[in-house]
């Protein structure tokens, strides 16, 4: 288990300036999207409003950082043999400018550290990496780019000279580093991202995580920035999964892609493969008709275990034009033809939309739906899926669809 120290701070402006594919870049004041957070009445609340823009997350002072671990571990399972305090932002954990003083105040609950995201550009001094792991850093998340320094200092905006790669290698050597790199297509991937991993191999990094960049709104970018760049076209999805797969063939560490896939433990929805379809027994079965309306990526995953589940007959799967579940929004429900749904349609839990106004938009044609959430994760995304095991993933991701099936039986129209 880890504690989060959650330090704060602002993506762009606590981060020493934009990285060039950051997809905090760009984004517009725009009417509020809604969500499961906003009040019966209103469309729109904190939580998506300035709270999904992370335009308000200032730096927290470390007395408070420290308290909160404090009283999380009072409150906590403090037996747990496994207990870290992972130490994480909102901008980037080295540019926080009290850093030192929290790590060494954290030092004394004798518990290992988790640097949980930074991008190394707050280290002028690779020293600081020594004194990071002598007070009990023992995990490094990093977001590395490329190892090519004048690369990091025209994507990434890396003013060390150097220093950050130091460092990176430096936590390479002594702690467990999960690297991190957003491929851009021309520009860090080919040849630039092989070189990048062949460092990061020789210097011991436990484990690799690509990141698809995603530069259109059904992408992701919802927050009225897109394009991050002009005139790049992301991976395919295709592309970007055979990507995944060769780098994983050829480099010995552990390697994951968001928003897919994981070669190891087949995130995401490893329930959906052939030969995990054994456990898909002991779900409940599914006796009311519902529609699934999901994400582009999700939906041929649920289809299958629908079909494989026999429950074909009562559930539909229906895609809307969007990537990630939890980033559909309006707009995206109004695409919707709603001759595909039934009378009760089940939405992500996390989709970015009013419930008033998803009932409303998925009503429109006359037929008064039920819509309800479904739970807030059916599968894990790479970065999660490369620290669990292939029991914890099948486990996480059966009591997820569980939690759907049961769902379905509650809110759907009973036909057995
Ligand atoms: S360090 Fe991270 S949050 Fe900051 S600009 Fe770069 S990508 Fe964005």
């Avoid at 590395?144 to 905006?157: H, L």
Wanted: glycine share 8%.
């Amino acid at each position: 288990m880890q504690i989060i120290a959650d330090v704060g701070g602002i993506p762009g402006k606590d981060c020493k300036g934009f990285c060039k594919y950051c997809y905090f870049r760009k984004v517009k004041e725009q009417d509020p999207l809604g969500c499961r957070y906003c009040t019966p009445g209103t469309v729109g609340c904190e939580s998506c409003t300035t709270g999904i823009r992370e335009v308000k997350n200032e730096f927290i002072h470390p007395f408070m950082v420290v308290g909160s671990v404090q009283n999380s571990l009072m409150m906590g399972d403090i037996t747990d043999k496994n207990l870290k305090v992972n130490i994480s932002g909102g901008g980037d954990v080295s540019c926080y400018p009290h850093l030192m003083e929290v790590a060494g105040a954290l030092n004394q609950f004798n518990l290992p550290m988790h640097l949980g995201y930074t991008s190394g550009k707050g280290i002028e001094n690779s020293k600081m990496a020594e004194e990071l792991i002598s007070l009990g850093v023992d995990e490094v998340t990093f977001t590395v780019f490329s190892t090519d320094q004048k690369m990091r200092e025209e994507w990434v905006g890396d003013t060390t000279k150097g220093e950050s790669l130091k460092a990176l290698k430096l936590f390479c050597e002594s702690t467990e580093v999960h690297a991190a790199s957003v491929i851009v297509p021309g520009v860090n991937d080919g040849e630039k991202l092989y070189e990048t991993c062949s460092t990061l191999e020789d210097w011991g990094a436990k484990a690799f995580i690509l990141m698809r960049f995603a530069n259109f709104r059904n992408q992701g970018l919802i927050l009225g920035n897109e394009p991050i760049l002009e005139g790049i076209t992301p991976h395919s999805l295709e592309e970007f999964e055979t990507l995944v797969h060769n780098i994983n063939k050829d480099f010995n560490f552990r390697v994951t892609g968001t928003p897919l896939c994981d070669p190891e433990n087949d995130t995401p929805f490893a329930i959906s493969k052939e030969k995990n379809s054994k456990y898909l027994d002991i779900l409940t079965d599914v006796t009311s008709e519902a529609t699934i309306l999901t994400s582009s990526i999700a939906a041929p995953f649920i289809e299958k275990i629908i079909k494989r589940i026999d429950a074909d007959d009562l559930v539909n799967v229906v895609a809307v034009d969007q990537d990630i579940g939890c980033l559909i929004t309006q707009r995206d429900l109004k695409e919707v033809d709603l001759k595909d749904l039934k009378e009760t349609v089940l939405i992500p839990g996390r989709a970015l939309v009013h419930d008033k106004m998803a009932h409303d938009i998925l009503s429109s044609d006359g037929i008064d739906r039920i819509v309800a959430r479904g739970p807030d994760k059916l599968s894990v995304d790479g970065e999660m899926s490369g620290t669990l095991s292939r029991e914890d993933v099948l486990k996480k991701e059966l009591i997820a669809f569980e939690d759907l099936l049961e769902a379905i039986n509650f809110f759907g129209v009973r036909k057995k």
